[in-house]
T-cell receptor, first 112, second 119 residues
């Protein structure tokens, strides 16, 4: 069965640089979520999209932005990276009418 | 705000034995749902099981079952016949914000607990 695809899987950036994380949801899933998991922490909700519109916003810094495109893939753009942004970033997708959220393998971002 | 509590930081179990992972929750909503996810050391977040608040029967998925006690606000995960590959972090989560009311159904997670299965 198709799963959520995230790219890149690993990313190393310097402070103040920018990063773009990509997410390709499971086919026919119309809702995408982004979560951030710091070392030894539980995942924290950042932002979500339903049918290409932002549906909810959590503890996402103003330096971050995201969007969902016409093909339902989503991108998380992160600017002015800080050391504290080092984390595992998950994308999850859900199909309307269902509750299960399926997570991608995550992008591990390291900011040096 | 909803809250998920996982009080066991870690557990050890012998291979082939059953184990129960505890999760309690707090919500004022009548309609809610609870999830369990497994996170191995490789980092991926694997969906295990889901229980809706109105589901009359406890959810089961293979070796996983959810002991849902609504009055006690607990949703414990039971793993039968533990395997070495079950060693991982386990997170309990609750969905928040109902889609029918314009919400996103985002997940709120507990702090997780580490399960180690010994041979």
């Amino acid at each position: 069965a198709a799963g959520v695809i995230q790219s890149p899987r690993h990313l190393i950036k310097e402070k103040r640089e920018t990063a773009t994380l990509k997410c390709y949801p499971i086919p026919r899933h119309d809702t995408v979520y982004w979560y951030q998991q710091g070392p030894g922490q539980d995942p924290q909700f950042l932002i979500s999209f339903y049918e290409k519109m932002q549906s909810d916003k959590g503890s996402i810094p103003d330096r971050f932005s995201a969007q969902q495109f016409s093909d339902y893939h989503s991108e998380l753009n992160m600017s002015s990276l800080e050391l504290g942004d080092s984390a595992l970033y998950f994308c999850a997708s859900r199909q309307s009418g269902r509750y299960e959220q399926f997570f991608g393998p995550g992008t591990r971002l390291t900011v040096l | 705000a909803q809250k998920i509590t996982q009080t066991q930081p870690g557990m050890f179990v012998q291979e082939k034995e059953a184990v129960t992972l505890d999760c309690t929750y707090d919500t004022s909503d009548q309609s809610y749902g609870l999830f369990w996810y497994k996170q191995p050391s490789s980092g991926e977040m694997i969906f295990l099981i889901y229980q809706g608040s109105y589901d009359e029967q406890n959810a089961t998925e293979g070796r996983y079952s959810l002991n849902f006690q609504k009055a006690r606000k607990s949703a414990n995960l039971v793993i039968s016949a533990s395997q070495l590959g079950d060693s991982a972090m386990y997170f309990c989560a609750m969905r928040e914000g109902r889609a029918s009311q314009g919400g996103s159904e985002k997940l709120v997670f507990g702090k997780g607990m580490k399960l180690t299965v010994n041979p």
